[in-house]
């Protein structure tokens, strides 16, 4: 029985019989039923490969329950992040609506007298739904 796979064959080892590669849409669907990080049994042998770029390996099974594969997820970049300044917009809200006012202040909006806004990110000015009241004026 030469030539199968793990069959001796002269002073080798027989290469194994190429196996079907699924696509990485096919496999997306499968379910997962292993998943192993780096430094445990079972992925051991994947993170000597790949290093510290491994961070997972997944073992899955096809719908009818015939075919397992081994994926593995890698870092391929890393990046520091850079925080976006948010926006700050300006706000009308009227002097006679003290509530709404302590709301703002005790959200961290400040009063700009010259434009006679508040100030605020307009996250926080969403987040009081005062969205109807941005207005333009700098």
């Not at 870092?75 to 700050?88: D, H, K, N, T, Y």
């Amino acid at each position: 029985m030469a030539g199968r796979e793990g069959d001796r064959v002269g002073n080798g080892w027989a290469s194994p019989r190429p196996r079907a590669r699924p696509t990485g849409r096919a496999v997306s669907g499968w379910k997962v039923i292993k998943k192993h990080a780096p430094d445990k049994p079972g992925a051991l042998k994947l993170a000597t490969q790949w290093g510290d770029a491994l961070v997972c390996v997944r073992h899955r099974l096809d719908e009818s329950g015939q075919t397992r594969v081994t994926t593995v997820e890698l870092v391929v970049e890393q990046a520091p992040v850079r925080a976006r300044g948010a926006q700050v917009v300006g706000v009308q809200i009227s002097y006679a609506e003290k509530d709404l006012q302590a709301a703002a202040r005790a959200a961290g909006a400040t009063w700009d007298a010259a434009a006679r806004l508040w100030r605020m990110p307009e996250k926080v000015a969403r987040a009081l739904r005062l969205a109807d009241r941005i207005r333009d004026g700098k």
